[in-house]
């Protein structure tokens, strides 16, 4: 790898915790790089710059079982804008489920828009449990991966990677809803309020 462009797909740009995982990630790449925010910039801009980088590396969280909306507009027009030399792509994408497998539908719509338009696809990272594979001691794992993802993309040497927290389907939810709850009680709302289907 020479170069690597970042493209943080999440609608929520700086404080997501797509971004949290990249500012982890890039101090172990040892190369060049840079970062766009799909949700915010250019498209067109983001793709006269694919064709000056051999990696591009995207990140994102998955949205209804698939890619955010504007990742999806921006690889519409990439496809339309496609470079005479193609980078190879990776992928890093976060759920909020406890099941990496979620992410699958996702990876190979990525994996199929590569195929059909001559990108090689190199590494992807898998991420489940949302922001909590963030909290010690699992973060060591997590942070683990991450080194791996990075030099893989640095050697171009590709991996599939995948890791959410070592705990049952009932401890997560568990876990999952004293959070929101506590959550929700910070912004004034029970739980009642909560479970409720309307929406104000």
């Known amino acids: 790898m020479d170069k690597l462009l970042i493209l943080n797909g999440s ?9 949290k995982f990249i500012e982890m ?5 040892g190369c060049e790089w840079e970062e766009y925010f799909l949700f915010t910039q250019n498209h067109r801009e983001i793709c006269d710059k694919v064709r000056e980088y051999s990696d591009v590396l995207f990140v994102f969280p998955l949205y209804v079982d698939s890619l955010p909306c504007c990742v999806l507009e921006f690889l519409d027009c990439l496809c339309q804008n496609l470079p005479d030399s193609r980078p190879t792509v990776h992928l890093m994408i976060n759920c909020g489920f406890l099941e990496t497998e979620q992410n699958s539908i ?26 909590a594979i ?3 001691p699992f973060d060591m794992l997590f942070k683990l991966n991450l080194k791996k993802l990075a030099k893989s993309i640095k050697k171009s040497a590709p991996l599939t990677l995948s890791i959410a927290l070592p ?3 009932e401890r997560f939810v568990a876990e999952s809803e004293k959070f ?3 959550a929700g009680g910070k912004n ?5 309020q909560m479970q409720s289907p309307n929406i104000e």
Request: proline share 7%.
């Open 11 to 19: 609608p929520r740009s700086l404080r997501s915790n797509s971004q």
């Open 25 to 29: 990630m890039t101090p172990h790449l």
């Open 106 to 131: 996702a990876i190979k719509t990525l994996q199929f828009f590569c195929k059909k338009y001559g990108f090689p696809f190199g590494s992807c990272l898998s991420i489940g449990s949302g922001e």
């Open 134 to 136: 963030l909290t010690p």
């Open 167 to 169: 705990i049952s389907k």
């Open 180 to 182: 929101w709850l506590r």
């Open 188 to 192: 004034g709302l029970t739980k009642e």
